[in-house]
């Protein structure tokens, strides 16, 4: 019943050797048996069941369409109407979205079908899963260890074969970061290239839904049917959608760019640096050209992301004030008191640190010193990575510079939390595409990951050298 292309799985379905109502109970059936790494929050069985006999009328009579019987997972911080929406968040509590994300009404409008919605770090605020109001995922290679984050469940989703796919964000690396740490692809596209309608907001200037898939061809598939234009998101992108479905192994040779001292740093895990190198000397091999780069303002990745990161998410989170929906405390005694205690009842740990510094930020006295500095020095970032590109086509890296950590350990201290997304907030700092692939595993068995930086809306080259280092291996 495992399928891992969805090429495959639906030559099975045309070929009668299984049906979609056959794959759905498979899927449901392992979830169960898989409560305990805490991957779902809801799961939509019956819906399930009765949509997998729809499609499965639709393939018999060579009416389906794209996507047909793929069973896909949901982050909890996408829309799907009448269906419930908390963001990993108490304050969120009893919520049921009135609408559909565009990015997953194109997957319903290709008869894909909607397993559940996916546990995640709260407001997709965390590289760990741990942030969450409903407790960790595990991650399923070693389930004393954490899956990442944000979109943690989400990688464990399909790690562990509970579902084809899974639909994420990217913030920071919330979808790269757990695909390493889980061993699965997965792919954030250009900054607007899909369209963030439906998608909670918590820094709407880097946010990007992404995949997480068994192979690169998913997630060019999926990614065809979510990008392109969308009236509800003045941010989106108009650019023709290529053809990404189309991706192939291009024999071409190509200029590969890593930066020498990142990797070369004494943080980076011994095991993460040696498949690094290892995988840049196949690439040697094959007759691509290695171009090391020098990138001394990399220093300045992290705190400029995590500057403008907060103050977009303190004014985002302004909207769930215990009022209009979600929790509202039983406690107040007046309106300012309903607003303080449902917010900080609703609220988290993480979430709560993040707004009370994201506040701080736009502050009158600091908003220059922080805020306006930090988005000068975004724009020097983007300058220097687009110089670069016209020195090279791709520039690689781990796509973390551990394994997957144990549950537990991080969250003590901050910044070494924080340090966990250094390779993977360069593409939503410039808004580039960067896609992970296994990179194979440590001495331990756990998975570790590679990252590719492309140009800006150059998935489809990305993935096309994705494919060709894997058929070099």
């Not at 009579?61 to 896909?72: D, F, N, Q, R, S």
């Amino acid at each position: 019943m495992i399928h891992y292309t969805y090429a495959t799985y639906r030559k099975a379905l045309l070929n009668k050797e299984t049906t979609v109502t056959e794959t759905v109970e498979y899927f449901l059936e392992n979830i169960e048996q898989n409560k305990d790494l805490n991957v779902f929050l809801e799961i939509y069985e019956e819906e399930a069941l009765e949509n997998a006999l729809l499609i499965q009328e639709k393939i018999n009579t060579g009416t389906a369409g794209k996507l047909a019987g793929m069973v896909i997972g949901i982050k909890d911080v996408l829309a799907y109407k009448n269906h419930g929406l908390q963001s990993g968040s108490k304050i969120l509590e009893g919520f049921k979205s009135q609408f559909t994300a565009t990015a997953i009404q194109r997957l319903i409008d290709q008869d894909a079908i909607i397993i559940g919605r996916q546990n995640c770090d709260e407001f997709a605020m965390g590289s760990s899963n741990e942030n969450s109001a409903f407790g960790p995922t595990l991650n399923f290679a070693d389930k004393t260890r954490v899956p990442g984050g944000s979109s943690g469940a989400s990688a464990v989703a399909v790690q562990a074969n509970l579902c084809h796919a899974s639909i994420g964000s990217d913030t920071g690396g919330s979808v790269r970061q757990p695909a390493g740490f889980c061993g699965v692809v997965g792919l954030k596209p250009t900054y607007s290239r899909i369209s963030r309608w439906g998608l909670a907001a918590y820094a709407s200037s880097f946010d990007c839904i992404g995949t997480i898939t068994h192979s690169i061809e998913d997630a060019a598939l999926l990614l065809e049917i979510m990008a392109g234009n969308d009236q509800y998101d003045s941010t989106v992108s108009e650019l023709n959608v290529e053809d990404y479905s189309q991706v192939n192994s291009s024999e071409k040779k190509y200029r590969i760019g890593y930066f020498e001292d990142a990797i070369n740093s004494s943080a980076i895990d011994s095991e993460v640096k040696e498949k690094t190198f290892a995988k840049l000397e196949s690439l040697k091999k094959a007759g691509h050209t290695l171009v090391p780069l020098s990138f001394p303002k990399m220093k300045y990745l992290l705190p400029t992301y995590y500057i403008l990161t907060m103050a977009e998410a303190s004014s985002n989170l302004s909207r769930y004030d215990g009022i209009r929906y979600g929790h509202r405390t039983a406690n107040a005694k007046n309106l300012e008191d309903l607003y303080k205690k449902s917010r900080s009842e609703g609220f988290g740990k993480e979430v709560k640190k993040r707004i009370m510094l994201g506040s701080f930020i736009l502050s009158a006295d600091y908003y220059d010193a922080y805020y306006t500095k930090a988005q000068r020095v975004r724009r020097i970032i983007k300058d220097e990575t687009d110089a670069f590109f016209k020195k090279v086509d791709f520039i690689v890296s781990p796509t973390t510079p551990t394994p997957a950590f144990k549950i537990g350990i991080k969250p003590k201290d901050p910044m070494e939390m924080f340090l966990a997304d250094i390779f993977t907030v360069h593409a939503n700092v410039v808004g580039l595409p960067s896609v992970s692939i296994p990179n194979g595993k440590n001495t331990e068995d756990l998975p570790i990951g590679f990252q590719i930086l492309g140009t800006e809306f150059g998935e489809k080259n990305m993935l096309e050298f994705a494919l060709n280092i894997q058929k070099i291996n």
